[in-house]
């Protein structure tokens, strides 16, 4: 099954089991079921708890938020993920605040899913990734969709936290199949929050990406194996913010080298974040400081020979860490 | 509610207005027969059934005013400009391109003509724009929006703003009734000469496929805000004949022959059979012989 | 024969998945037949066949690419492929071995079966694995010792710049003195342990030549002329060390050095024993070793060699004579010392073996 039609699977399982769930975004009713048709056959089903909104990503953020305090729970589309800025406020310092700023723990229901990344040619206002902005926001989780994770299980989680999130979902991960056991080289194991996927146990060179990188990750960890005879695990983990580490200790502490990749651009990323946690907890047993690599500083072009220098590629993730292997 | 056209009668056009609209015309359904073809990327929105709007307002428009332009901009663009090779190029990122091939279809900024993928965001930037244009006492900026873009909450900060100072500041509303797939009756509440009206803000609008008559109607409001340094709302209804984007429109079979009869085209074909024929004929030539100029480039280059 | 190859189906994948085959391999098929499923994001289409003729399938299932070669169609005696060693394709699911392409090299190179490399019993073969399978000669790990040796070799050979002075020492004179003094000290005193004493004294005139280069331009010097000396008596190569070899007398020294060959004879070295040395004099009286350059080892600055003694006729007034020499080698890092300073205490060492009377003195 292709990630879109899990994700999709996903929705209509969590409006089915819970009468309070409701779905909005733009242009996301039946027949035409939203941009990327995640929301297909939802408006059919479930009426009126499955809307349809206007062209406001501040204001439909706003509602969700209302629905959660209310005691609703609420999933809200942004038809590009770029546009969540325009949501950033009412993110920020309404729906993530409110958690925590009235004194008491309010419960904020609210899952805002964010189709996001370029490889697919919608120019500089339809491409980005912008997680590293949301990453240290009090009282907001990030999220990132995997190929590997059950989406309908992560949506409960965020429910069930009360704290609103942030849900990332690479736009062309969504045409990829998902994955469970293996390939016959990786194994695919996941624990607490984590996809582990490796050929062999304990290597000493270990790869953290979010599920967005899923497909060239895998190419690079495959031709790092079967080309240059270097086996890394690659960790995936589904939530991103706040990142617990713990349920991968394992793997990490027989590792001599962490790599970190992500799609964002270069310059306070959620990978140099991720470098500071594990350079705590790992600093004695890495051989080399950890590897980042993202999409470079820059916007990201509409034409795919330009688009494809300003993504970040399975042989980039290659390059980075043959490199780090030969210093 | 703006109901269907019900023109029957055309003024005669000019060789020059008709050619544009069919130049456009072409250029647009080369688009998407590449996109068919495979041999575009990514996205592209088409103006079809809409072009006459911007070569309307285009001629009324002097060389120092700035326009504002949205997503489904090729019209907008190409009706100032007359650079079909250079659109082409950026939209297909070859040598020769507006911006190197970076901002692709929805992000041009050629001259005094910027465009942009984020709806309702160019609003305050052409008010920016505009003030700047009343301290220098030349010109104005002119913003292409479309009805769906009046949920943004930018809109109404914008026409605040362009009211409270005076900005002159005309917004062409290309009210085809729809948004990507959601008709504007279910995203809009009231009309848009009543949200002008809660802002004092002039508005005009105008149910004419006829180029002429939507240029004579605008002319009047336009003089207004160059001469009164303030904002106008002036509000075209058409009808979207292609896709939002390239095999996305779920209408149905009704809504598309209603969309069809209310195409500019349909109306023109009609009434001016043979001038439209011949025009036609050299302008398909002319974006055949561009395209495969065009594709014929080496890749754009970026630094 | 035809190719038959994925069509772009849309725009926005660049992959799909191919789902299932509707034809077996093998079978013959008619054009127009529909052949295969492709699943693409949006839809699951059906393929027709290009042409009349046997199927065969070059990719079975899963992820495939527009333009991939996914089968040819043609008559049944054309379609033989290129056989190179059977590689199980790794995208399918129910592989059982993985070769990486150095393997993979390796195993084309010298003919290896799939069978055997199967027989490895490996998820993933590398190379080495292959090496292991294309060589029957036995492979040998070597004692522990000989491996710590070799790291300690590859780190001087990487880290020091060396170069190296030879000179030449007329011992003729020294027999007899050896004898006496081991008469005298009731222990064995030869060339070795003179030059021990020899190079330890010299640390007073040329201190860089015992110090240890820190980088950067910048060298500890040494507290005490601690000399290792190579000792092997057939049961590995040890350098144990003699401690404050010029605050000591030459007895002492030598008896010390006689200790050190029992012990290795025993086998019984502590670690204190082979720590601490900042000069080595490294053994090579083997006879007929004319001359030998040292290693130096990493944190050392110099090393000195001494090879057997030989045997030269020499002219004489009327004749000839027949004298003794030995040949000294010094190999110093030069980013510490230059030839001159070299050849300099090469002179000065040279010149204690050469005139056994100062070391009565
Ligand atoms: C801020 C923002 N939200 C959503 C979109 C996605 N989007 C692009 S065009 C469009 C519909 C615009 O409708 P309208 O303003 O009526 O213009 P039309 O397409 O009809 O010309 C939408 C939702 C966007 N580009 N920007
Ligand atoms: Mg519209």
Redesign the interface.
């Known amino acids: 099954m ?1 990630v ?1 039609e899990h994700l999709n699977r996903s929705l209509h399982a969590l409006l089915e089991k819970d009468p309070s769930v409701h779905v909005l975004g733009e242009d996301i009713s039946d027949p035409y079921g939203g941009a990327f ?1 995640i929301t297909k056959g939802l408006s059919d089903r479930f009426g009126p708890r499955v809307m349809s909104t206007p062209l406001s990503e501040g204001g439909i953020v706003g509602v969700g938020a209302g629905l959660a305090l209310a005691g609703d729970r609420a999933v809200v589309e942004i038809m590009f993920g770029d546009f969540a800025t325009l949501a950033f406020d009412q993110l920020v310092n309404f729906a993530a605040k409110s958690t925590t700023m009235y004194g008491r723990p309010v419960d904020v229901p609210l899952v805002v899913r964010l189709p996001t990344g370029g ?2 040619g919608y120019g500089p206002t339809h491409s980005q990734s912008l997680q590293k902005h949301f990453i240290g926001v009090p009282g907001l989780s990030v999220y990132e969709m995997s190929p590997f994770h059950d989406a309908e299980a992560l949506f409960t989680e965020i429910f069930g936290s009360g704290r609103p999130a942030v849900f990332f979902e690479d736009k ?1 991960l ?4 998902m994955l469970s ?5 990786h194994t695919f194991e996941v624990r607490d929050g984590w996809a582990v996927i490796r ?2 146990q304990n290597t000493e060179d270990v790869l953290v990406a979010p599920g967005g990188l899923t497909d060239r990750a895998l190419t690079a960890l ?1 031709d790092l ?3 240059d ?1 270097i ?1 890394c695990t690659l960790l995936v983990p589904a939530r991103l913010h706040p990142l617990d580490v713990t349920p991968v200790a394992d793997v990490l502490h027989a590792a001599r080298r962490v790599h970190v990749a992500e799609d964002g651009t270069a310059g306070g990323t959620w990978g140099a974040e991720v470098a500071r946690l594990l350079h705590e907890r790992l600093w004695g047993r890495l051989t080399a400081p950890i590897t980042h690599i993202s999409a470079p500083d820059s916007i990201i072009p509409t034409a795919a020979h330009l688009e494809a220098r300003c993504t970040v590629q399975a042989a980039d993730i290659r390059a980075h860490i043959q490199r780090a292997i030969s210093r | 509610m703006i109901g269907a056209v019900r023109e029957r009668t055309l003024t005669p056009v000019s060789e020059a207005d008709l050619s544009r609209m069919l130049r456009i015309r072409h250029f647009e359904k080369a688009l998407l027969r590449l ?1 068919e073809q ?1 041999r ?2 990514g996205t592209t929105h088409t103006c079809l059934g809409q072009e006459h709007v911007p070569v309307a307002v285009s001629a009324l428009l002097r060389p120092e005013d700035h326009v504002f332009s949205n997503h489904r901009g090729h019209g907008h663009f190409l009706a100032r400009y007359d650079e079909p090779h250079a659109l082409l190029a950026e939209i297909t990122g070859r040598e020769g391109a507006l911006c190197n091939g970076v901002g692709g279809s929805q992000h041009i900024y050629h001259e005094r003509f910027l465009s942009t993928g984020v709806q309702g965001e160019s609003l305050p930037v052409a008010v920016g724009v505009a003030l700047r244009h009343k301290r220098t006492g030349d010109g104005i900026a002119c913003a292409y929006i479309g009805d769906g873009t009046w949920g943004e909450g930018s809109v109404y900060e914008a026409l605040n703003m362009a009211q409270v100072w005076g900005a002159p500041l005309l917004v062409v509303v290309e009210h085809n009734r729809i948004a990507q797939s959601t008709p504007t009756a279910a995203q809009m509440a009231g009309s848009i000469a009543g949200r002008c009206a809660g802002f004092g803000v002039a508005h005009h609008r105008v149910e004419s496929v006829d180029v002429n008559v939507v240029r004579a109607e605008l002319s009047g409001l336009l003089e207004t805000v160059r001469r009164d340094k303030r904002p106008a709302v002036f509000e075209v209804s058409v009808h979207r004949a292609g896709p939002h984007s ?1 095999g996305d429109d779920t209408r149905t079979a009704a809504e598309l022959a209603e969309a069809a009869a209310g195409d500019w085209y349909a109306h023109y074909a009609r009434d001016f059979p043979a001038q439209v024929a011949a025009l036609e004929e050299i302008e398909r030539a002319f974006i055949d012989a561009a395209v495969e100029n065009v594709l014929a480039r080496p890749l754009s280059e970026w630094s | 024969m035809t190719e038959f190859r994925i069509p ?1 189906l ?6 799909y ?1 191919l789902v299932e085959w509707l034809a077996a391999d093998g079978q013959e098929v008619r054009q127009g037949e529909p052949l295969v499923v492709i ?4 839809t699951a289409e059906e393929l027709e066949s290009p042409a009349d003729g046997t199927l065969v399938i070059r990719v079975h299932s899963g ?1 495939c690419a527009p333009g991939e070669l996914i089968a040819a169609i043609g008559a049944a005696v054309d379609v033989v492929e290129p056989v190179v060693p059977e590689v ?1 394709p ?6 059982d071995v ?6 993979q090299v390796l195993i084309e190179r010298h003919g290896i079966t799939l069978e055997r490399v199967r027989a490895l019993g490996k ?2 073969v ?2 080495e694995d292959v090496a292991a399978l294309s060589d029957s000669r036995e492979i040998v790990r070597l004692p522990k010792a000989q491996r710590q040796a070799a790291d300690v070799v590859v780190l001087s050979h990487q880290t020091i710049p060396a170069a190296f002075t030879v000179v030449k020492a007329n011992v003729t004179d020294m027999a007899k003195l050896t004898r006496d003094l081991s008469k005298h000290a009731r222990t064995l005193i030869g060339l070795s342990e003179l030059l021990v004493k020899a190079v330890a004294d010299q640390r007073a005139e040329f201190p860089h030549l015992f110090s240890t280069w820190l980088g950067d331009g910048r060298i500890r010097l040494a507290g005490g002329s601690h000399v290792g000396v190579t000792i092997d008596v057939g049961k590995g190569l040890f350098v144990p060390v003699v401690r404050d070899a010029d605050a000591r007398p030459l007895d002492a020294v030598a008896r010390e050095l006689m200790d050190y060959r029992m012990t290795a004879l025993r086998g019984s070295f502590r670690e204190r024993d082979l720590e601490g040395a900042n000069i080595a004099v490294t053994l090579h009286t083997e006879a007929g070793v004319e001359l030998a350059v040292p290693i130096i080892h990493p944190g050392h600055v110099a090393a000195l060699s001494l090879a057997s003694t030989l045997q030269e006729v020499q002219p004489a007034d009327e004749g000839f004579t027949v004298r003794q020499t030995v040949r000294i080698g010094l190999a110093f890092d030069h980013r510490v010392v230059n030839g001159r300073d070299a050849a300099l205490f090469l002179g000065a060492v040279k010149r204690l073996l050469e005139e056994p009377r100062r070391w009565l003195e």
């Open positions: 292709r879109a048709k490889r697919r062309v969504y045409t990829k199949p056991g293996g390939d016959g080289l050929a062999e495959r194996l079967v080309e005879e086996a | 996109f495979g575009l990327n390239k | 772009k849309n725009n926005n994948d660049d992959s998945i699943e693409t994001s949006k992820d199980p790794l995208e399918s699911g129910e592989i993985v070769i990486t392409r150095p393997a998820k993933v590398r190379a």
